[in-house]
């Protein structure tokens, strides 16, 4: 599919030098750049990723301690956590 883009003059070096030294054309190297761009965006397995794989950093980090703190609300977290970093801060 053919598409137009237009660079300022800087980016348009910038293409024009990263072809030549890697013998490639100005399209290859914008379609490394964009696969390149989507791969480390969806942490580099080339899928796109879920809702998931977006929030599996923060699942399970807060231990409630056996309070269900979902009843609670936002307050009831707040609170909770500020207990906690006075506890943790007294030791």
């Known amino acids: 599919m053919a598409m137009s ?3 300022d003059r ?3 070096l910038i293409l024009a030098r990263l072809a030549r030294a890697r013998g ?3 399209s290859d190297v914008v379609r490394e750049s964009i696969l390149a761009l989507a791969r480390r965006k969806n942490g580099g397995n080339g899928r796109t990723r879920t809702a ?3 929030l599996k ?3 399970g980090v807060i231990r409630s301690g056996g ?3 979902a009843g609670h609300g936002r307050a009831g977290i707040e609170e909770y ?3 906690r970093h ?3 801060s007294a030791r």
């Open 81 to 83: 956590l500020r207990k």
């Open 5 to 7: 883009v237009r660079l």
């Open 67 to 69: 309070r269900l703190l």
């Open 52 to 54: 998931y794989d977006l």
């Open 10 to 12: 800087t980016t348009e």
């Open 24 to 26: 490639r054309s100005k």
């Open 57 to 59: 950093p923060y699942v």
């Open 86 to 88: 006075l506890a943790e």
